[in-house]
């Protein structure tokens, strides 16, 4: 492979960059990323090849929870390098044909691109050559309502990804937005949020004589509490 053509396949947008834009044809029509999803959280996600098992689990997972995601003002945009009527059957026999751990009859009404060229795979270095030169690997993009990617998470073509780990990925990015705080290990609505570290918020020693709510474990690490009612208010739609 020529040193540009590489390039090219390894090319990555990265966290706080502006998400690469593109425009797509797409099974819900022709989109302009990300500008017309300008005001709303994005995820963009790929996955390796249509008619597959793996693909299959996910896209009805993903879009039975679509509205959990919708909820949190975040739609969801998926991308494979197959063609549009390839893309058109599969969700066809995925609503028709397909009944999978109590999911059927499941309609996938969130844009799918078809990326023949592989152009915005590329882009968005979702073509991984030791891992595959002609499939996208499992990748996930989640941008914000300014067009800001914010966390991406990349999974093997063999890896069914969690659903449940993206929506909390999404609703601790919403928290940190609306609180200005930062998230600790495996935290859930409900659970103590990290407060912003000493010389934002005062001095080491002033943080740990606090009266307030504030628990610090040490002078670099101090936990507040964060009901999961004020949670869900401040980000829920
Ligand atoms: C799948 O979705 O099942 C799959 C796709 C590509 C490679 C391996 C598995």
């Known amino acids: 492979m020529e ?113 023949i060229t592989m152009e915005v795979a590329k882009k968005y270095g979702m073509i991984q050559p030791g891992e595959a030169t002609t499939k996208a690997v499992r990748a996930v993009f989640f941008i914000d309502p300014k067009g800001i990617v914010r966390t991406i998470i990349y999974y093997p073509l063999s890896l069914g990804r969690n659903f449940d780990e993206l929506h909390r990925v999404l609703v601790a990015l919403q928290t940190a937005d609306e609180f200005g705080v930062a998230t600790p290990a495996d935290w859930r609505p409900g659970d103590d949020v990290i407060v912003p570290t000493a010389g934002s918020c005062g001095t080491a020693k002033e943080r740990m004589e606090s009266k307030d709510e504030m628990h610090c474990y040490d002078w670099f690490f101090c936990t507040k509490k964060l009901d999961e009612e004020k949670v869900w208010k401040a980000i829920k739609k």
């Open 3 to 115: 040193e540009k053509e590489i390039q090219e396949v390894v090319s990555l947008p990265r966290i706080g960059d502006p998400a690469p834009s593109f425009k797509a044809v797409t099974t819900q029509g022709d989109i302009n990323f990300p500008s017309d999803y300008k005001g709303k959280w994005t995820i963009l996600f790929s996955h390796p090849a249509d008619f597959t098992p793996v693909c299959t689990s996910e896209f009805m997972t993903f879009a039975s929870m679509e509205e959990k995601f919708e909820e949190l003002n975040c739609k969801l945009v998926g991308l494979s390098v197959d063609g549009l009527y390839s893309h058109i059957a599969w969700l066809r026999t995925i609503k028709e044909k397909i009944e999978y751990k109590g999911m059927k009859d499941v309609e996938v009404t969130f844009p799918l691109i078809e990326d």
